[in-house]
């Protein structure tokens, strides 16, 4: 069965470094997301994405923020200068069609920032 | 604007009884409501969504939920847990007008022999 891949699982970092973390949706999904969940907290959107283009981003995702779809199977969430409360799990999630269709949703990242 | 509340962080239950997981929403036009369930190390599953029609929506693994629009709940319910049900359970809104997932703060379920 086809599904969401993330990498790495587990990512430390330091304060102030730049993180990318990488997503590969399922092949023929066409719209794609980040969420994070803070330990502890619920997940919250962080950005939709479709057609090469973000289509909406929470308040969370700042400039600091910026996703990216390199080539034709990678989504990538890359952090320019990581802060302590960046620390969190890192969703990615995709679905064939917008709207109320499943969102398929990949392992998780975890960032620790220190 | 949207939101979702679960009550009750931790439940537990015995081995074969009955589970139900509350969560009541908050939207000012009709929701698409979801429960996903995270076993541990794992991605978030989709269990069953509503989107329209029928209020009662079974899922997968015996669960079902009932869309109550008087009482803006959208209940997860199983009549007789199984071991494997011990995870995490996220009640989830979408409004139809955008396709972010507005999250409850999530349910851990403890089944016990």
């Known amino acids: 069965e086809p599904e969401v891949t993330q990498t790495p699982s587990h990512q430390v970092t330091q304060m102030g470094q730049e993180v990318i973390l990488r997503c590969v949706p399922i092949?023929?999904?066409?719209?794609f997301y980040w969420y994070r969940q803070i330990l502890g907290q619920k997940v919250e959107f962080l950005v939709s994405f479709y057609n090469n283009e973000i289509s909406e981003k929470s308040e969370i995702f700042d400039d600091q923020f910026s996703v990216e779809r390199p080539d034709g199977s990678n989504f990538t969430l890359k952090i320019r200068s990581t802060k302590l409360e960046d620390s969190a799990m890192y969703f990615c999630?995709?679905?064939?069609?917008?709207?109320?269709?499943?969102?398929?949703f990949g392992p998780g990242t975890r960032l620790t920032v220190l | 604007a949207q939101s979702v509340t679960q009550l009750g962080s931790h439940v537990s239950v015995s081995e074969g009884a009955l589970v139900l997981l509350r969560c009541n929403y908050s939207?000012?036009?009709?929701?698409?409501l979801f429960w996903y369930v995270q076993y541990p190390n794992q991605g978030l599953q989709l269990l069953l969504k509503y989107t329209t029609g029928a209020t009662l929506v079974k899922g997968i693994n015996g669960f079902e939920a009932e869309f109550k629009k008087s009482e803006t709940s959208f209940h997860l319910t199983k009549p007789s847990a199984h071991m494997s049900d011990a995870a995490e359970y996220f009640c989830?809104?979408?409004?139809?007008?955008?396709?972010?997932?507005?999250f409850g703060t999530g349910t851990r379920l403890q089944v016990f022999p």
């Open positions: 092949s023929n999904h066409l719209y």
């Open positions: 939207s000012s036009v009709p929701p698409y």
């Open positions: 999630a995709s679905n064939e069609v917008s709207s109320y269709n499943e969102q398929f």
């Open positions: 989830a809104v979408s409004d139809g007008n955008t396709d972010k997932l507005i």
